[in-house]
């Protein structure tokens, strides 16, 4: 009898073990809350919570301890009991503030963008321009009186508008195909930065579900869900500088919540010729729950600027007196730009352990610009003057199947992705003209329709065993270019076609979970505009990217968190688009290799210190030494700061960011110098009111925010000159700011 009952009590245990736990996540007003980390300390087995809070944690036993946290919330312990293991139980969550301590790694390919954003509820960004500048590595700079899409550089490129990163808000692409501009450019100021709640970002080729120009990385803003509080701020400044801002709930219950927000910019910029800038947003989001675990939410948004430019100024006529370093050539840059967007979300959860992700967007996008980058080089009557426009809709779908927690024998779970979509661009009338004035068309030198349509699927499966995680993965993208061309004489509308596969395979080495290894592998591609391919009989349409990262993310304490890779990448086609000329130059064969290190420190309660140091080393493969130079190709950046908050009624924070000197021509003839920047904040809440300083360059840095080798000619010279022309960065800059929380 003793010996039955001692196997009675073996067998139930075993089964006991065998058993998952399950529960629900909530917070202290017993809402879901998702993405929250539950890990074993016991067995080091962890999983996170859905979008209702859900959660099934595999190989757990009684008196097992599990961790809980999640940003924003204070971390839980808990020790199971029997009645834990027999039915789901429910953990509730209590608000604290934002510290490094909540945050947990796990194996997870994006775990430094849990970092990060730290760093963004730290330091909320302040205008549109900070949003990219909170990605480690990535810098940007303006170039056309604030309206234009900033220039970019990551892992040793420079992307110009994004080539070679691929950009998103909750899903919506920003990235524009065939644009009249620039190949992949993306204009982010259609975001209100008050309603940014969390940037997600990944670097290399690696991710399955991101397609076009993810060769340096790709980056997704998410856009808050709800309103903690309805919001106002005013804003006053330097320069003519002016705006004001607001975000309002309009419903909340228990089934359905919305919020508007608005905000209206305005200045003239520290130029001798006033930019006349404005830009005008407004934003409204709706959340629904539907009968039977589904959620529903439909944004809307409107967005539209106009500005005037002094454009990008020769290095010359700064020295020889003729114009100051915010003075210009040609003043009659400039232009206007708008984009109305609807985007739809559904979430349909079937169980625990399985939902579908769907999302469908129509985006109406218009953009008229007027640069002159070479002066009076071509047309020495006229000046060299010229008009890009285009008239966009761009639509697209995509759904996403998950499958969580599914049991590959005693140790192994297995958890896949399978997803599909398409994107399709209607382009009409895209333009490259010869204008005088903004007001006359000198000559026409591209005009056309453009359709391009990109279907897609691709299959992002994981197999967790032990402290390894495995994640092959693979991408299948078909692509087809159709161009008419409006100047021809006769009818031509001509079509290409492209397929490309994409293999990817990451692996995660969780040491503990504190301490991560992984190794990442994979190809990504960036297309050509579809004029270039109908140009070149459909030659080097998706030319690939192969990269590798190896590297380390670790918490030696709670409250340090340090991140380290060595990185590799290869293209099979390097673009260079010339925008005066409409054409994508195809410029050869490049590989980068670099190192990315970051630190972030929670010192004390009110105090927090980060800073990321990046370097690269990019050379052409196809050009001989000295001449394989990559033009403007950063080589060593940092970015860092310091933040303090609750500081009894003060809160706010500096920081800075380093740019090397780096080559402008292919020979490192011509050097784009380098700058280190600083900005300070500084806030003061009394009751719900907060009063802010906020200074751009403290120092009053005289710095080149954007910098070419350009040929030009000025009205009065005899002969061209190739040198560097810049955009001046902006000087010191102070505003302050007036916010109310109600």
């Given at each position: 009898?003793?010996?039955?009952?001692?196997?009675?009590?073996?067998?139930?245990?075993?089964?006991i073990y065998?058993?998952?736990?399950?529960?629900?996540?909530?917070?202290?007003?017993?809402?879901?809350?998702?993405?929250?980390?539950?890990?074993?300390?016991?067995?080091e087995?962890?999983?996170?919570?859905?979008?209702?809070?859900?959660?099934?944690?595999?190989?757990?036993?009684?008196n097992?301890?599990?961790?809980?946290?999640r940003?924003?919330?204070?971390?839980?312990?808990?020790?199971?009991?029997?009645?834990?293991?027999?039915?789901p139980?429910?953990?509730?969550?209590?608000?604290?503030?934002?510290?490094?301590?909540q945050?947990?790694?796990?194996?997870?390919?994006?775990?430094?963008?849990?970092?990060?954003?730290?760093?963004?509820?730290?330091?909320?960004?302040?205008s549109?321009?900070e949003?990219?500048?909170?990605?480690?590595?990535?810098?940007?700079?303006?170039?056309?009186?604030?309206?234009?899409?900033e220039?970019?550089?990551?892992?040793?490129?420079?992307?110009?508008?994004?080539?070679?990163?691929?950009?998103?808000?909750?899903?919506?692409?920003?990235?524009?195909?065939?644009?009249?501009?620039?190949?992949?450019?993306?204009?982010?100021?259609?975001?209100?930065?008050?309603?940014?709640d969390?940037?997600n970002?990944?670097?290399?080729?690696?991710?399955?579900?991101?397609?076009?120009?993810?060769?340096?990385?790709?980056?997704?803003?998410?856009?808050?869900?709800?309103?903690?509080?309805?919001?106002?701020s005013?804003?006053?400044?330097?320069?003519?500088?002016?705006?004001?801002?607001?975000?309002?709930?309009?419903?909340?219950?228990?089934?359905?919540n919305?919020?508007?927000?608005?905000?209206?910019?305005?200045?003239?910029?520290?130029?001798?010729?006033?930019?006349?800038?404005?830009?005008?947003?407004?934003?409204?989001?709706?959340?629904?729950?539907?009968?039977?675990?589904?959620?529903?939410t439909?944004?809307?948004?409107?967005?539209?600027?106009?500005?005037?430019?002094?454009?990008?100024?020769?290095q010359?006529?700064?020295?020889?007196?003729?114009?100051?370093?915010?003075?210009?050539?040609?003043?009659?840059?400039?232009?206007?730009?708008?984009r109305?967007?609807?985007?739809?979300?559904?979430?349909?959860?079937?169980?625990?352990?399985?939902?579908?992700?769907?999302?469908?967007?129509?985006s109406?996008?218009?953009?008229?610009?007027?640069?002159?980058?070479?002066?009076?080089?071509?047309?020495?009557?006229?000046?060299d003057?010229?008009?890009?426009?285009?008239?966009?809709?761009?639509?697209?779908?995509?759904?996403?199947?998950e499958?969580?927690?599914?049991?590959?024998?005693?140790?192994?779970?297995?958890?896949?992705?399978?997803?599909?979509?398409?994107?399709?661009?209607?382009?009409?009338?895209?333009?490259?003209?010869?204008?005088?004035?903004?007001?006359?068309?000198?000559?026409?030198?591209?005009?056309?329709?453009?359709?391009?349509?990109?279907?897609?699927?691709?299959?992002?499966?994981?197999?967790?065993?032990?402290?390894?995680?495995?994640?092959?993965?693979?991408?299948?993208?078909?692509?087809?270019?159709?161009?008419?061309?409006?100047?021809?004489?006769?009818?031509?509308?001509?079509?290409?076609?492209?397929?490309?596969?994409?293999?990817?395979?990451?692996?995660?080495?969780?040491?503990?979970?504190?301490?991560?290894?992984?190794?990442?592998?994979?190809?990504?591609?960036?297309?050509?505009?579809?004029?270039?391919?109908?140009?070149?009989?459909?030659?080097?349409?998706?030319?690939a990217?192969?990269?590798?990262?190896?590297?380390?993310?670790?918490?030696?304490?709670?409250?340090?968190?340090?991140?380290?890779?060595?990185?590799?990448?290869?293209?099979?086609?390097?673009?260079?688009?010339?925008?005066?000329?409409?054409?994508?130059?195809?410029?050869?064969?490049?590989?980068?290799?670099?190192?990315?290190f970051?630190?972030?420190?929670?010192?004390?309660?009110?105090?927090?210190?980060f800073?990321?140091?990046?370097?690269s080393?990019?050379?052409?493969?196809d050009?001989?030494?000295?001449?394989?130079?990559i033009?403007?190709?950063?080589?060593?950046?940092?970015?860092?700061?310091?933040?303090?908050?609750?500081?009894?009624?003060?809160?706010?924070?500096?920081?800075?960011?380093?740019?090397?000197?780096?080559?402008?021509?292919?020979?490192?003839s011509?050097?784009?110098?380098?700058?280190?920047?600083?900005?300070?904040?500084?806030?003061?809440?009394?009751?719900?009111?907060?009063?802010?300083?906020?200074i751009?360059?403290?120092f009053?840095?005289?710095?080149?925010?954007?910098?070419?080798?350009?040929?030009?000619?000025?009205?009065?010279?005899?002969?061209?000159?190739?040198?560097?022309?810049?955009?001046?960065?902006?000087?010191?800059?102070?505003?302050?700011?007036?916010?109310?929380?109600?």
């Amino acid at each position: 009898m003793k010996h039955y009952l001692t196997a009675c009590t073996l067998l139930l245990t075993s089964l006991i073990y065998a058993q998952q736990i399950t529960g629900y996540i909530v917070s202290s007003e017993n809402k879901p809350v998702e993405e929250v980390s539950i890990f074993n300390k016991t067995t080091e087995t962890h999983t996170h919570s859905t979008q209702t809070g859900a959660f099934t944690l595999s190989k757990t036993n009684i008196n097992d301890t599990l961790y809980i946290s999640r940003l924003g919330y204070e971390p839980k312990t808990i020790r199971i009991t029997a009645s834990d293991i027999q039915k789901p139980i429910t953990i509730a969550l209590t608000a604290a503030n934002i510290s490094l301590d909540q945050v947990m790694l796990v194996a997870e390919l994006d775990a430094l963008s849990k970092f990060v954003n730290i760093d963004v509820q730290k330091d909320p960004v302040k205008s549109s321009q900070e949003i990219l500048r909170k990605v480690p590595g990535l810098i940007i700079g303006q170039h056309a009186g604030g309206g234009k899409a900033e220039q970019i550089f990551l892992r040793g490129f420079d992307i110009d508008h994004g080539t070679d990163i691929n950009l998103t808000v909750d899903g919506l692409p920003v990235n524009m195909v065939s644009h009249a501009h620039g190949q992949g450019y993306s204009d982010l100021h259609f975001v209100i930065p008050e309603t940014i709640d969390n940037i997600n970002f990944g670097k290399g080729p690696y991710y399955a579900d991101k397609g076009n120009f993810t060769t340096a990385g790709y980056v997704n803003l998410g856009l808050k869900k709800t309103l903690d509080n309805n919001y106002v701020s005013v804003e006053a400044g330097q320069f003519n500088t002016n705006r004001i801002m607001g975000m309002f709930n309009v419903l909340n219950n228990d089934k359905s919540n919305a919020y508007i927000a608005s905000e209206l910019s305005l200045t003239d910029g520290p130029f001798d010729s006033p930019q006349n800038f404005s830009r005008f947003n407004v934003l409204g989001r709706y959340n629904y729950k539907l009968a039977g675990d589904q959620e529903l939410t439909f944004t809307a948004s409107h967005f539209q600027s106009k500005w005037d430019a002094s454009g990008q100024i020769p290095q010359r006529a700064v020295d020889n007196g003729s114009i100051d370093r915010f003075g210009s050539i040609d003043d009659t840059e400039g232009g206007e730009t708008s984009r109305t967007n609807l985007l739809i979300n559904h979430v349909k959860v079937i169980d625990d352990n399985q939902s579908f992700k769907t999302s469908a967007y129509v985006s109406q996008y218009n953009f008229e610009l007027y640069s002159n980058f070479t002066f009076f080089l071509d047309d020495p009557v006229n000046g060299d003057q010229i008009k890009q426009f285009e008239n966009r809709v761009t639509t697209g779908a995509n759904t996403v199947y998950e499958h969580r927690n599914i049991e590959l024998g005693a140790h192994t779970l297995f958890k896949y992705q399978a997803g599909i979509g398409f994107r399709y661009d209607n382009v009409d009338d895209v333009e490259l003209s010869h204008t005088l004035n903004r007001k006359t068309v000198l000559e026409y030198k591209s005009l056309g329709d453009v359709d391009e349509v990109n279907t897609y699927a691709f299959l992002n499966t994981e197999f967790k065993t032990g402290k390894w995680k495995f994640n092959p993965s693979a991408r299948l993208d078909y692509f087809k270019f159709q161009y008419e061309d409006q100047l021809s004489e006769t009818y031509s509308d001509e079509a290409e076609t492209k397929v490309r596969v994409s293999p990817k395979l990451n692996t995660i080495y969780s040491l503990n979970k504190n301490t991560q290894l992984f190794l990442k592998a994979g190809m990504g591609f960036h297309s050509n505009d579809t004029r270039v391919v109908i140009a070149n009989n459909g030659e080097s349409i998706l030319p690939a990217a192969y990269g590798a990262d190896l590297g380390t993310i670790f918490k030696p304490t709670n409250r340090l968190a340090i991140n380290a890779s060595l990185w590799y990448l290869f293209l099979e086609q390097e673009f260079v688009y010339v925008g005066d000329a409409a054409i994508v130059e195809p410029s050869g064969k490049t590989e980068r290799l670099g190192i990315d290190f970051g630190a972030r420190y929670q010192a004390l309660d009110w105090l927090y210190l980060f800073a990321d140091i990046n370097y690269s080393h990019g050379r052409s493969i196809d050009d001989p030494d000295g001449e394989n130079y990559i033009p403007l190709a950063p080589d060593f950046t940092s970015v860092g700061g310091l933040s303090i908050e609750n500081l009894g009624r003060f809160s706010g924070g500096i920081n800075y960011r380093y740019v090397d000197d780096r080559p402008a021509n292919e020979d490192n003839s011509i050097v784009a110098e380098g700058y280190f920047v600083s900005d300070l904040n500084i806030n003061y809440t009394w009751k719900n009111w907060t009063y802010s300083i906020i200074i751009e360059n403290l120092f009053d840095t005289e710095w080149n925010e954007t910098q070419f080798a350009t040929e030009s000619r000025l009205f009065d010279e005899p002969e061209s000159v190739e040198e560097i022309h810049f955009t001046p960065g902006t000087p010191f800059y102070i505003r302050g700011k007036i916010a109310l929380t109600f």
